[in-house]
């Protein structure tokens, strides 16, 4: 049913799952190739689910339920940790593009003063380590902002 009433590439996916089993494929495989296949945490759950109520048995359509109640519960708290990390996310890009900044900015205004550090030796090694150290930190606080859900 999913496979003719869902859009697109979702019943698409259901599709090839129900031909595999149909083909000789045990529900299990079917299952865990369609995990393969979409690679979300989300799907990963409803395979677990209906593997387990195949085992154990129980109500299909109150185990569907709850699972649609805990993936809707998961968006809300993805968009919560993006509201409240907007902030932290904005003041990662202003660090992250002000040294740059100010470095074209000095570039316009005193091309004297920021020249010493591409004509000199010791000005390029300083600007590849100031460069490096930026890639790290950019790295470092990218991942303090970006919370996984």
């Known amino acids: 049913m999913v496979s ?5 590439p ?7 799952t129900f031909e595999e089993q149909n083909f000789g494929l045990p529900l ?3 299952l865990s190739n369609l995990a393969e296949r979409v690679p979300l945490v989300d799907v990963r759950f409803f395979i677990t689910a209906l593997l387990i109520q195949k085992d154990t048995g129980g109500n299909l359509a109150e185990l569907l ?8 519960e998961r968006f809300r708290i993805h968009r919560e940790v993006q509201i409240k990390t907007a902030q932290g996310r904005l003041t990662a890009i202003i660090l992250i593009a002000l ?11 005193n091309p004297s003063y920021v020249n010493v550090l591409f004509n000199d030796p010791i ?11 930026q890639v790290i930190g950019s790295a470092i606080l990218w991942k303090i902002v970006h919370i996984e859900v």
């Open 4 to 8: 003719r009433e869902a859009p697109e």
């Open 10 to 16: 979702t019943s698409g996916e259901f599709r090839t």
């Open 28 to 30: 299990r495989d079917a």
């Open 65 to 72: 339920d709850e699972l649609s109640r805990l993936i809707r």
């Open 99 to 109: 040294p740059v900044g100010m470095l074209l900015m000095m570039r316009i205004v």
């Open 123 to 133: 000005g390029l090694k300083l600007l590849a380590g100031a460069a490096i150290l």
